[in-house]
Nanobody, 125 residues
Framework: QVQLVESGGGLVQAGGSLSVSCAASGPTARDYAWGWFRQAPGKEREFVAAIGWRGITTYYADSVKGRFTISKDNAKNTVYLQMNTLEPEDTAVYYC??????????????????WGKGTLVTVSS
């Protein structure tokens, strides 16, 4: 069973940048497709970004396109989300998700994912 642990959340002012990461550990922690999802207070969890296990294909939600970048380090079984030009509307708990040998599309669809416990990102105005 893979374990996913997010880190790097915190408080940042609007217009600022923040990077969050998620590391996978466990006996099958390799060759993962990854995704980031977020849940704002009072709202449903929504897709943010995904990257396939080869690291070639990426998808982004329209609301973050051009501001956020997802990347992965296979050697470290870690995925990163670089968030720039942050807005108060980006305030949420950010969850990483992973699927071994998955594609970015399957991550977007939420199929067969393992989930982390989340890290809080707060953007002040």
């Amino acid at each position: 069973q893979v374990q996913l642990v997010e880190s790097g959340g915190g408080l940042v002012q609007a217009g600022g940048s923040l990077s969050v990461s998620c590391a996978a550990s466990g006996p099958t922690a390799r060759d993962y497709a990854w995704g980031w999802f977020r849940q704002a207070p009072g709202k449903e969890r929504e897709f943010v970004a995904a990257i396939g296990w080869r690291g070639i294909t990426t998808y982004y939600a329209d609301s973050v396109k051009g501001r956020f970048t997802i990347s992965k380090d296979n050697a470290k079984n870690t995925v990163y989300l670089q968030m720039n030009t942050l807005e108060p509307e980006d305030t949420a708990v950010y969850y990483c998700a992973a699927r071994q040998w998955g594609t970015a599309a399957t991550v977007v669809a939420g199929a067969g994912l393992s989930w982390g416990k989340g890290t809080l990102v707060t953007v002040s105005s």
